[in-house]
């Protein structure tokens, strides 16, 4: 299934230098909880084929309590490749690989 979802690019405070993220729609969140229930790897993780712009990349998507939603990791690479900074709108499309 393929969700597609737009939101604010974000850097996790706890190891700012490293990880830095789009949350998933309420909408998609909510479709991926009822459609995988407890069918994840570790940490609650889901692998995904993901899209931001025109690069493509294989992650897993996380949940994040304080975010109450998956999380997106976007890497430096892809950030790099499409021109993006903190605190821009994302659009993003993933597929779960799995399912």
């Known amino acids: 299934m393929r969700f597609t979802f737009t939101n604010e690019l974000w850097r996790w405070a706890a190891r700012r230098e490293l990880w830095t993220f789009v949350t998933l729609s309420p909408e998609a969140d909510d479709?991926?909880?009822a459609m995988v229930g407890d069918?994840?790897?570790?940490w609650g993780s889901i692998r995904v084929d993901a899209r931001v712009g025109q690069t493509s990349f294989r992650t897993s998507i996380f949940p994040a309590g304080d975010q109450g939603a998956y999380v997106l990791p976007v890497k430096r690479a892809v950030r790099d490749a499409e021109g993006l900074?903190?605190?821009v709108?994302?659009?993003a499309e993933i597929v779960l690989v799995d399912f």
């Open 31 to 33: 479709q991926i909880v």
């Open 39 to 42: 069918m994840t790897n570790g």
């Open 89 to 91: 709108r994302v659009t």
């Open 85 to 87: 900074e903190l605190g």
